[in-house]
């Protein structure tokens, strides 16, 4: 059986798609389902699937963000429709080679069923330095379940059925955006600093399109009492189960 490889890539991003194949020999293997540009949406479309998404999980989503969240959910549904039991996704601006590759599936192999490895450690994400981990193996670690809410990215990342089917299951109910891992049910989540995803995000439409729709939040007695108690079960992580900040395993 093949490993399943699929490659998420607007119809028209050819330069992208030009770089992947000279970095990768295996490119030919990869399975690209054209991504969904969300900004080409009715507003009639975009409406309508902002309002559910809004009721269902009080977040306002952006044309990008739609169009990211479907592009992941057709994968998951050509997945399913498959014999193969894994599958690797990667996102067309990834970095990496055919080692990269192989490394991926030989981790993914080790681990327990339902769990979601993510293939990439910088995680362009402000709150890295709250993720609480613990060390399995060489270059691999097991989120806390408490820390679950800070992981970000879908860059690369690679799901088992089980998986694939909760995440499609929790998007067709109401789309939300692609990497909720949190929200899309109880699974364990690893990393393994395979891929480089890069830092720079200047020519992110969804990077831009959050830029404009920020919202300035002022901190209130509820967040306060969460951030103690998400402080206090930080340290029980800690000392008593040997979970570290991600900063201090991953230098």
């Known amino acids: 059986m093949s490993d399943k490889i699929y490659l998420v890539s607007l119809k028209n991003d050819d330069i992208r798609r030009k770089t992947l194949k ?4 295996r490119y030919d293997e990869f399975i690209i389902l054209e991504a969904v540009d969300g900004r080409q949406m009715s507003l009639k ?3 309508s699937t902002l309002t559910n998404s809004y009721k269902a999980h009080r977040r306002i989503l952006s044309p990008g963000e739609i169009g990211c969240a479907r592009s992941h959910l057709n994968i998951y549904a050509d997945f399913l429709n498959t014999k193969d039991e894994i599958c690797l996704i990667l996102e067309d601006d990834i970095v990496g080679d055919d080692k990269s590759i192989q490394k ?8 327990p069923s339902n769990s979601l490895l993510l293939c990439e450690g910088q ?3 402000s709150l890295r330095s709250s993720i609480l981990v613990k060390k399995i193996d060489n270059n691999l670690y097991k989120v806390s379940n408490l820390s679950k809410r800070f992981i970000t990215g879908t860059c690369a ?3 088992d059925k089980n998986i694939a089917k ?3 299951n929790s998007q067709d109910k109401a789309l ?6 949190d929200e899309f049910g109880n699974f364990d989540i690893y990393i393994s600093d395979i891929f480089i995803h890069p830092n720079s995000r200047n020519d992110s439409s969804i990077e831009k399109e959050r830029n404009l729709k920020k919202i300035e939040h002022k901190a209130n007695i509820k967040d306060y ?3 103690f108690f998400y402080i206090f079960k930080s340290r029980i992580k800690v000392y008593i189960f040997g979970y570290k900040k991600i900063v201090e395993c991953m230098k």
């Open 123 to 125: 995680f362009c994400n």
């Open 157 to 159: 990342y690679m799901v």
């Open 104 to 111: 991926a599936f030989e981790i993914y192999d080790k681990l």
């Open 166 to 168: 909760a995440l499609k």
């Open 45 to 47: 479309d975009y409406y």
């Open 22 to 25: 000279e970095r990768f020999k």
């Open 225 to 227: 009492i969460n951030t």
């Open 176 to 181: 939300n955006l692609a990497d909720r891992w």
